[in-house]
Each structure stands twice: as structure tokens, then as C-alpha cells.
């Protein structure tokens, strides 16, 4: 997820990053920045420190009260104290802009193998239903599809929990530990897409709702 009010720069660094198969969100609206982070739950975050209505530390301070995110602050701000305030605001990385892309992108690499590395090369399995924790994919005979983070999340724990109703409450538990900057819908979202996923690779039936209580496979 980029975080730059800065749209030559934002849609720069989107491109770069999906020449090297990343999947990237990006947003306009600065007003909430925090919810929508929260909301998306990316894998990894590059934030800017000089933005409208909220700056980066603020923004930064904010996350790691609800989420342990990766954070790599992408400014032009390169003072000693302005490194030091976001890593002990809670940022994982500092990098300045003009940046190399090369060292920007190993970061990201290095950052992102740290944080995720538990469960990398794990594949659970319902019947033809395969997910692959390593590679977020989930596939069934044959096809298969790329999940967000949200949606691996979702199924990992369907998949551990194979034929049992989890309810809503749990998933969102699960997944954001706090629902203060998550609304109801946002899970309702989450499911319409993870159902179309797997109805385009064949298995549209295996992701069961039961009315008032919960999902299931």
C-alpha cells in the first residue's frame, strides 16, 4: 500500500512496484488514512511523512496502536531526528527520497520475508481445495487464483476449521484483533470477493454461509 499525496511520485512507485509483481493499493483520500489501512490490512505499508490533514508520524503512531503492519517511511525529509522519530514511532524502515529503486526495493523484499516468513511453503487442503499459505494462492483441480491478505487470512481459518461454522465476531477477531476502525461491511466485501475467486476457479460451493451464525467450507 503507497501513502503519497505526491501523484507523479504515487504513480510512479505503483508502476515500479508491479513490474515486480506486486499487487499495490493506493488511495487519494487522506482524510482517513488509518481506517483505510486498517480496513485493507495490506502486507506492507510505504508511507510519506508530509501529508494533508495527518502527517506520516501521526498516521504511523496510530497504526501500531492496532496493527503490526510493516512500515517503511518514504520522505524527503532526511534529517537524523526526522529517521529517528518514525523508527521509534514504530516504522520498520527510513528511506529518502531521491531514492534508489534497487535498495528501495530490496528493503521491501528483506522487510516482507521477516514479517511473513512463519508459515512460508505450508499448503492446507479440503478435498480438492488447496491453499497455499507461502504463495497466497488457492487453487482447485488445476485453477487457481491470487488472494489478498485478507482473503488468505479468511480461509487459512476456514481451512482449520474444516466443516465448523466460524462466525463473523471470530473472522474479524481473527483478522484485525479490533473492530474500531472496521465496519461490518467490510467483512461482507472480503467474502463477495473471496466467493467469486473461487467460483471462477470451479469451486463456487465450497464456501458455505449460514444465516445468523456464520461461514464455513
Known amino acids: 500500500m503507497i501513502v503519497e499525496d505526491d501523484a507523479t511520485i504515487r504513480k510512479e512507485l ?3 512496484l508491479e513490474k515486480y509483481k506486486y499487487s499495490v ?26 501529508l494533508p490533514c495527518y502527517d506520516g508520524y501521526y498516521i504511523c503512531r496510530e497504526l501500531r496502536k492496532h496493527s503490526k503492519i510493516p512500515i517503511i517511511v518514504v520522505t524527503s525529509r532526511n534529517s537524523d531526528t526526522d529517521e529517528l522519530m518514525s523508527l521509534n514511532l ?28 512463519a508459515g512460508t511453503g505450508k499448503t492446507l487442503r479440503y478435498g480438492d481445495l488447496a491453499l497455499d499459505i507461502g504463495k497466497s ?14 482473503e488468505l487470512r479468511i480461509l487459512q481459518i476456514l481451512f482449520e ?31 463477495s470477493r473471496i466467493r467469486k475467486k473461487l467460483a471462477e476457479i470451479g469451486a463456487g460451493d ?4 449460514k444465516r445468523g451464525l456464520g461461514y464455513s467450507l
Open 25 to 50: 493499493i493506493t488511495t487519494n483520500d487522506f482524510e482517513d488514512v488509518v481506517g483505510f489501512a486498517l480496513a485493507e490490512n495490506p502486507h506492507l505499508i510505504l508511507l510519506d511523512i508530509n
Open 14 to 16: 505503483k508502476i515500479l
Open 206 to 209: 465450497a464456501l458455505k454461509t
Open 137 to 150: 494462492v488457492v487453487s482447485f483441480k488445476g485453477e487457481s487464483r491470487e488472494l489478498t491478505k485478507n
Open 161 to 191: 476449521s474444516p466443516g465448523d461454522i466460524v462466525s463473523r465476531d471470530d473472522i474479524m477477531n481473527a483478522l484485525w484483533q479490533t473492530d474500531a476502525f472496521v465496519d461490518d461491511n467490510t467483512l461482507t466485501v472480503n467474502m
Open 90 to 117: 514504530g516504522a520498520d524502515h527510513f528511506v529518502t527520497k531521491p531514492y534508489n529503486t534497487q535498495i528501495l526495493l530490496a528493503k521491501i523484499e528483506s522487510l516482507l520475508e521477516r514479517a511473513y516468513d
